[in-house]
């Protein structure tokens, strides 16, 4: 992953206010390997790069982190109720990684980024925390490279039948005409 287009979506995200309240609020939250992720890189970079005047709006705030130590989904419920409580009208998807391979039948996640791994296309893949330096951070499972080319690209983890959907069901095409499919 280039320094250079990382320090690009830092600084995309630092010129928008809603964005970094929201890293601020999921940061309190201090949970391990914790980051916000897919959409709320991806879309925010998609609409620089198509030159829109406005962030599009989030269909939802993907909160991803890893605890192995916590198998039930009630704790994900808890912390959605915790980020309302700060951004209510925002609508908080918490989702622990190391409970995910049971419901995408793959084997038990090592990690945050290896959960991402498999996620259904390789610019979704992409994450952002605020540390506790107050500092912004970026991971990605498959670098940044392809993002910032306007690409949507399979995951070879994944049933290309899932990523075809997704394409279609969300639209993408048509609110970023720039964007193109990868076929790698």
């Not at 269909?59 to 419920?77: A, T």
């Not at 330096?133 to 306007?150: D, M, W």
């Not at 990523?163 to 993408?172: C, I």
Request: overall charge neutral.
């Amino acid at each position: 992953m280039t320094q250079a287009l990382t320090h690009q979506i830092v600084a995309l995200i630092e010129q928008d206010p809603l964005r970094t309240k929201v890293l601020e609020c999921v940061a309190q939250l201090d949970l391990p390997q914790c980051y916000v992720a897919a959409g709320f890189v991806r879309n925010l970079v998609w609409d620089h790069l198509h030159g829109f005047d406005s962030p599009t709006p989030l269909n939802d705030i993907d909160v991803i982190y890893f605890d192995r130590g916590d198998y039930g989904y009630q704790s994900d419920i808890d912390y959605e109720a915790l980020l309302k409580q700060q951004l209510p009208k925002l609508n908080w998807q918490v989702r622990n990684q190391a409970n995910m391979h049971t419901r995408n039948q793959d084997k038990p996640y090592q990690s945050t980024l290896d959960a991402m791994s498999y996620w259904p296309e390789k610019e979704t893949a992409i994450a952002v925390k605020k540390n506790c330096h107050g500092r912004i951070e970026c991971v990605s499972a498959f670098g940044l490279e392809s993002l910032f080319h306007l690409k949507i690209t399979p995951n070879p983890n994944r049933c290309r039948d899932v990523f075809e959907q997704r394409v279609q069901s969300k639209n993408w095409l048509t609110h970023w005409p720039k964007l193109t499919i990868s076929r790698s």
